[in-house]
């Protein structure tokens, strides 16, 4: 039998836009965040030209606000600095949230407003499921109003569905990454730590206790971090920056 399925309705199962596959060609998350904001943007571009601006937040970090296009960006960026609009409701509740005709619309009248939103009266917010580790929402913006019909709403929450999965892949990655990252710096520092302690031990011949407390004064007084003071201290007897095994 025939299938007559059209394409176009089910965007998100395609190579074009399938944010699973975007997850494994990116190298690090900031990539990855650019690229989706792109991908949302081609949901829709067989029609009206339709920004697309990605808002989320990884663990404990800073929103990060991520778009398509300048104009994405200036949207966007309008959500961040005034605190309201449709894209925090979305990820507050958990649900999509649509703006027919942002003229006539109520709900957030610093962000409705802004010279920038004029111009763009339909909306679309749709929450991403990135488990616990972190929040985002995907935003849309088309000029005509009433835009986002129920099919359109449908095909972007089937992609969201993906994003959701594959963000929660990559901030996950990234959080291991990170701890990676702080495991590693902290061992560097406690290794060029034991360096400087091991100098002071050869030219004052003290303990390793009394060495150390020479550098925790050093690092009093001079209102520096000890590992600070610490690779001061090697560079100074060494004539090189401190190595360590941790070290590319």
């Avoid at 011949?205 to 009394?210: A, D, F, G, K, Y």
Wanted: hydrophobic share 40%; glycine share 6%.
């Amino acid at each position: 039998m025939q299938d007559n399925t059209c394409p176009e309705q089910h965007p998100a199962h395609s190579d074009a836009t399938d944010p699973q596959a975007l997850m494994l060609e990116d190298q690090n998350i900031e990539d990855f965040l650019d690229h989706l904001a792109v991908l949302g943007e081609q949901l829709f571009a067989n029609g009206e030209s339709v920004p697309c601006g990605l808002m989320s937040r990884r663990g404990n970090r800073h929103l990060s606000v991520k778009s398509s296009s300048e104009t994405a960006a200036a949207l966007n960026e309008i959500h961040h600095d005034v605190g309201e609009g449709p894209s925090f409701v979305a990820i507050a509740a958990n649900e999509i949230v649509v703006v027919d005709d942002a003229r006539h619309d109520a709900r957030w009248p610093r962000y409705f407003s802004s010279s920038a939103v004029t111009g763009f009266a339909s909306m679309l917010s749709v929450p991403l499921k990135v488990g616990n580790e972190g929040i985002a929402a995907l935003n849309f913006y088309a000029r005509p109003a009433g835009y986002f019909t129920s099919e359109k709403q449908r095909v972007a929450a089937v992609f969201a569905a993906q994003a959701g999965k594959a963000l929660e892949m990559a901030m996950r990655v990234a959080r291991y990454q990170d701890a990676a990252f702080d495991m590693r710096t902290a061992m560097e520092a406690r290794t060029t730590i034991d360096m400087a302690v091991g100098i002071i031990i050869g030219q004052n011949r003290c303990t390793q206790e009394e060495a150390f407390e020479i550098l925790r004064r050093a690092s009093n007084t001079r209102n520096k971090k000890i590992r600070d003071i610490a690779r001061g201290l090697v560079v100074h007897a060494t004539g090189s920056t401190p190595r360590t095994h941790f070290t590319n």
